[in-house]
């Protein structure tokens, strides 16, 4: 495992060195607007990217806001409120099925699976999703990967969502936790930190993790419109080759030092607590160390949206996916 962080160490360094050509040498910084879907440890590489000061090394500086939910990043991305988006790529099938010819692209994948976990009101050691049967559920919003993947695992369980449980899905991605607690609600999925801050506070206990559950995908992923990519490759390069650093560096770091990394972001959170969540994460190999989208895994993910109904063919995976920046990156 040492010699692992060593080799994952090295290749940053040598990174270092090698981007200095691609990096901006004057003081005046490219400004990027970027809108991520959530606020959420979940995506921890691209915070260690800021912290670490390897967008800056790239000539780039962010100016990040939060949507609250993919469909709203992909329509600040579409409207030219953001240069790049972070969100579910289900949202990119669906622009390009809607028949634009500025169509969103993905260029980078960060995560690699639901990043939610599944907590109930009492421990479970021999959890089994068959438990929630005939149980009321707290999902995510319909239409959206978490959501969707949860009701997908449910299926090949032998769980019908619509009539063998009730799930409730129309609440806001802040407030379920806070539902969960102070109802009769049996089992929420959450994102970390806030799945572990519940177990902490006595008001839930993760009984299972809904990525570790389900199959491999490009769960959440960067994304511009086709025209921005077009006219702005070396921005996309720099921003790939920052995030790729911030990867690399969350593979090379322990869960304590990525916290510590990262809590800027997270002012009210507890470091140990986050400690805990990421560990979690990379336990489950979240991240890895490539930002290249495998198309198997993409018609996957159109799997997914084909059995929840949300569309009823899949698109051309080819057209919605771009790994030349991070083949780039990683050369």
Request: glycine fraction near 8%.
């Amino acid at each position: 495992m040492r010699l692992k962080y060593l080799i994952v160490f090295l290749l940053v360094l040598a990174l270092t060195v090698s981007f200095a050509g691609c990096t901006n040498n004057s003081k005046k910084l490219t400004k990027i607007n970027f809108v991520e879907t959530v606020h959420s440890i979940f995506y921890a590489p691209y915070y260690v990217a800021v912290s670490q000061g390897f967008f800056k090394e790239q000539g780039l500086e962010l100016v990040i806001t939060t949507a609250q939910g993919s469909d709203k990043a992909a329509t600040a991305v579409l409207s030219g409120t953001a240069d790049i988006g972070l969100q579910g790529p289900e949202t990119t099938v669906y622009v390009l099925k809607e028949g634009r010819d500025d169509y969103l692209v993905n260029f980078g994948q960060l995560t690699r699976k639901d990043g939610s976990f599944l907590l109930g009101k009492k421990p479970e050691p021999d959890f089994k999703w068959e438990n929630l049967r005939g149980k009321k559920v707290i999902g995510g919003r319909p239409g959206g990967m978490p959501q969707m993947t949860l009701e997908y695992i449910l299926k090949e369980h032998g769980i019908n969502p619509k009539t063998d449980l009730t799930l409730i899905t129309n609440l806001q991605f802040t407030a379920a936790a806070g539902a969960f607690m102070s109802s009769d609600a049996d089992y929420v999925a959450l994102f970390e930190p806030t799945a572990s801050l519940v177990e902490k506070q006595k008001g839930g206990y993760i009984v299972a993790s809904v990525g570790a559950s389900s199959h491999e995908v490009p769960y959440t992923t960067f994304n511009a419109r086709k025209s921005y990519i077009e006219k702005h490759p070396d921005i996309i390069q720099r921003f790939v080759n920052a995030v790729y650093k911030g990867l690399l560096w969350v593979e090379s770091h322990s869960p304590k030092e990525v916290a510590e990394a990262i809590k800027p972001f997270f002012p009210d959170a507890d470091v140990d607590l986050m400690a805990t969540a990421i560990e979690r994460y990379k336990n489950q190999n979240t991240w890895g160390t490539t930002l290249k989208m495998k198309v198997e895994d993409f018609d996957f993910l159109q799997n997914i949206l084909l059995d929840a109904g949300v569309i009823k063919e899949k698109v051309d995976s080819h057209h919605l996916i771009s790994n030349t920046f991070a083949e780039k990156a990683e050369k």
